[in-house]
């Protein structure tokens, strides 16, 4: 299984971007999919969770601002950010419990991080 995401990149104070994440291979079943991030010297922090049944939460600096949403059929999960800031700079993680074909279990992957800069 492989999780791939893109989207990062430069963007100015108060604009929008959408980060988007595939998950890939041999996949029965995902579970929870969820968006991480770490700045420059901090801890990796969650920042927004999505469950099977689409049900969301949200860390509280970005409700209201950012939307994860995912798309059953393709496997991915996609962070619309809007009104970003620039303590929005961050390395961004896709994250995904999937259970797969050859296993009884469900196991966490993450996807590569992709980077976004916010521009004051």
């Known amino acids: 299984v492989q999780l791939q995401a893109c989207g990062g990149g430069l963007v100015q104070a108060g604009g929008s971007l959408r980060l988007s994440c595939a998950a890939s291979?041999?996949?029965?079943?995902?579970?929870?999919m969820d968006w991480y991030r770490q700045a420059p010297g901090k801890q990796r922090e969650l920042v927004a969770t999505?469950?099977?049944?689409?049900?969301?939460t949200y860390v509280g600096s970005v409700k209201g601002r950012f939307t994860i949403s995912r798309d059953n059929a393709k496997n991915t999960v996609y962070l619309q950010m809007n009104s970003l800031k620039p303590e929005d700079t961050a390395d961004y993680y896709c994250?995904?419990?999937?259970?797969?074909?050859?296993?009884?279990?469900?196991?966490?992957?993450w996807g590569q991080g992709t980077h976004l800069t916010v521009s004051s």
């Open positions: 291979g041999s996949i029965s079943s995902i579970n929870v």
């Open positions: 994250s995904a419990v999937i259970k797969e074909y050859s296993s009884n279990y469900y196991s966490r992957y």
């Open positions: 999505i469950t099977s049944g689409s049900t969301t």
